[in-house]
């Protein structure tokens, strides 16, 4: 359904394959596939704002305007969902929950463990707080230097993959990152997300095949 077929199409898989960063069941495609649950959601700047509460000293709002003039990464990743499809690197901008924590912005009590991402329509994906705290972890605004379209999770969603060369970093699959992010809840104790609730494994390491639970 999402490979192209053809010889470039084997040629590259056999490549990244021989580099070691084609994890165990998946496949290549030169596509961004687009999946999710439930209907895209419209997006109004002037009401729009990420929150993040919880374990932390303050809780922080951030407007649309604000959120933009926060700190900004770009990185290079490769993306692997838990339906067998692999992109690789692929240019990501946003904002890195790492950055914010080591300017101050975030103020995170000693006492927080998990981070539960909140999206529209009371979407929710869990994280290990030291993962969402690691570089391949971002809130993202931007995909190949430009904006992302809504069925990719305009304005705003959570993207972590793998950085190759960077091994010590745990690597879920992509939908540990909610598309159309409004939150981050930083917390004592794990909660389940939406699909995690679903059967979907609770880690997702994507070298250990972690797909269900």
Partial sequence: MFMIEGPDRRKEEDRIRKEGRLPPGQ???????????GPVPTFNPATWDLRVWGEVEEDQRWTWDQFNELPRTKMVMDLHCVTKWSKFDTLWEGVSVKTLVDHGLIKIKPSAKYVLQHAEYGFTVNLPIEVVLQENFLL?????????????????????????????????????????????????????GFWEQAGYHNRADVWKEERYS
């Fill in 27 to 37: 496949a290549l495609t030169l596509k961004f596939p687009v999946l999710h649950y």
């Fill in 140 to 192: 993202a605004t931007h995909y190949d230097n430009k904006p992302l379209d809504a069925d990719h999770g305009f304005p705003l969603r959570g993207v972590v993959g793998y950085i190759p060369g960077k091994e010590d970093l745990e690597t879920p699959y992509l939908w540990k990152g909610a598309k159309w992010l409004r939150g981050l809840e930083f917390m004592r104790a794990d909660r389940r």
